[in-house]
């Protein structure tokens, strides 16, 4: 087996797939939106169903995206709360 092949298994077994709600696969600068109201913690706000986000971000954990929000820095959602647009 070839050096580069070799190394592409390799990066592909490290990756982390990260799948929505409905079962779509999520990536890097998706756009998604929210199936349900979530309160904010530390932030006294609550985001509506339906509100899109975008731009989101992986974090290498299945479960978890970085994504950014008018008025909330650090904005962390759970991949079963968003669906992918």
């Not at 070839?2 to 982390?16: C, F, G, H, I, Y």
């Not at 899109?52 to 079963?80: H, P």
């Amino acid at each position: 087996m070839p050096a580069s092949e070799l190394a592409e298994r390799k990066a592909s077994a490290d990756r982390v797939e990260v799948r929505d709600a409905v079962g779509n696969v999520l990536a890097d600068g998706d756009q998604v939106t929210l199936i349900k109201d979530l309160d904010v913690k530390g932030a006294g706000q609550t985001l509506k169903r339906g509100t899109l986000i975008k731009s989101i971000r992986l974090t290498g954990d299945r479960q978890e995206i970085d994504c950014k929000y008018e008025g909330i820095k650090g904005l962390v959602l759970r991949a079963e709360f968003v669906r992918k647009r």
